[in-house]
């Protein structure tokens, strides 16, 4: 807690607005970055608690996930298709067609510029004509929405950015629309909780297509004598009320500005170290690496301070990630950020570097064993587990074989063996044994 507050302490220094965005500001962030935010990051990236926090959205959202939040995005899939699918059977219809395009005909609009040579002896006046229909146009859009183009709402590739949306290729390059760039839409943000952001970005054009769609049929209904929205009304409401649902279980999730934060931090703890461990947010290799590189882009880009102060402002929020919590919950969890091997003899958990391993209780036992003798260097026989009752030397190698499968290789590795027994070969200081009763992890 000591580094978190000192790290707090040393932005408010360093922040370039407080220096005046003198010629050192850039300087002095580079050693704040460097000195201070980044033996924080060390620590906490390790840390359960922060682990369960910036991989929510993979974990909670991602297609197949068996949570509430999960089972709504799947409704709110379904009904947006479904709405959309509706409008445009109406759309479809020649006579409702030709009626809007007749209410709102295509229209032309020129657009000129000027060219001239570099000497100025040539100018040349050019004007075209762009023909704009917005009943076609319109059409086109619900058509999009209702073949459903995306594999999902939900893209954990997001992780560190919206991926941008490739809308065309001209010569040979790739033009994406813009409010799938992250400098280029506001509402993104610059760091955070993309995956969430980039969900709602991939919803909300839909919901605005609809409201038009409302306004569209509705014009032609009166002079017509036509019953049109009518038609699609049911459809639209239960997209909306799904929708609305989907928001508000949003906000009402547990610390969501703590998920927030704990993923931007992440974020730059990935950017700013190149050995960086981040395998438990089961992201590919590539994605991580892409994403480090578009964060570095953005730590040095347009945002300026505005983005080191969201960094500042996530750094600050880590103050509650233990809000309340029992001194034995945070030293045992800043034990697992600091050991390789951390073990929890009350709550029969162990931890290998940050991460929990999944043994039976009779490994438990074993590891737990070997794990208490590593300062002592005592070796760990059968009768050992149970004083009770006589284990063979057999039965007791086979369910160290059996552990030995169930956890990392290069922790089995150090299970070793002698005449005498077994012991585990790991310095005294990569490994501690706790007794405390933890409280519940985050949840939605």
Request: glycine share 4%.
């Amino acid at each position: 807690m000591k580094q978190l507050e000192f790290a707090i302490r040393q932005y408010q220094e360093t922040s370039p607005i407080r220096s005046g965005f003198d010629e050192d500001s850039n300087s002095r962030l580079a050693v704040w970055y460097e000195e201070d935010l980044a033996p924080v990051l060390e620590d906490y990236s390790r840390r359960p608690r922060f682990r369960s926090y910036a991989s929510w959205p993979i974990t909670e959202l991602q297609a197949g996930a068996k949570t509430e939040l999960r089972g709504l995005i799947d409704l709110v899939d379904q009904y947006l298709v479904d709405c959309a699918q509706s409008v445009l059977e109406i759309f479809q219809v020649p006579s409702v067609y030709d009626a809007l395009c007749s209410e709102h005909p295509p229209s032309e609009h020129f657009a000129s510029g000027t060219w001239s040579s570099e000497d100025d002896s040539e100018t040349v006046n050019k004007e075209d004509t762009l023909s704009c229909n917005p009943i076609e146009d319109h059409r086109k859009y619900l058509k999009y929405f209702a073949s459903r183009p995306w594999e999902d709402l939900v893209n954990i590739q997001d992780y560190f950015g919206t991926q941008p949306k490739v809308s065309f290729v001209e010569i040979g390059i790739a033009i994406c629309l813009g409010d799938t760039i992250v400098s280029l839409n506001p509402r993104l943000l610059p760091i955070g909780n993309f995956i969430v952001r980039s969900m709602l970005n991939r919803i909300r054009p839909s919901r605005k297509l609809f409201l038009g769609s409302k306004v569209l049929l509705v014009s032609i209904e009166k002079k017509r004598d036509l019953q049109l929205w009518k038609k699609v009304e049911d459809a639209h409401r239960q997209y909306e009320i799904k929708f609305a649902e989907l928001q508000q279980a949003l906000k009402e999730t547990r610390k969501l500005p703590l998920i927030d934060a704990c993923i931007a931090l992440t974020q730059i703890y990935v950017a700013n170290n190149d050995d960086a461990d981040v395998e438990w947010l089961g992201l590919d290799t590539r994605t991580v690496e892409r994403g480090a590189s578009e964060i570095k882009i953005r730590i040095g880009g347009l945002h300026g301070p505005e983005f080191h102060d969201r960094i500042a402002t996530h750094l600050s929020r880590l103050q509650d990630l233990y809000d309340s919590e029992r001194e034995a919950e945070v030293e045992f969890e800043s034990q697992i950020a600091l050991r390789n091997l951390a073990v929890n003899s009350s709550e029969r958990v162990v931890y290998w570097k940050g991460n929990l391993l999944d043994i039976s209780k009779k490994q438990f036992e074993v590891l737990h064993l070997l794990a208490n003798r590593v300062k002592t260097k005592r070796r760990v026989v059968g009768n050992d587990l149970d004083a009770t009752e006589s284990i063979s030397d057999s039965a007791f190698s086979s369910l160290v074989t059996r552990l030995r499968k169930n956890i990392p290789k290069e922790l089995s590795t150090a299970i070793k063996h002698n005449g005498d027994g077994y012991y585990l070969d790991l310095p005294n200081n990569e490994v501690v044994v706790l007794n405390s009763e933890r409280t519940n992890m985050p949840q939605s």
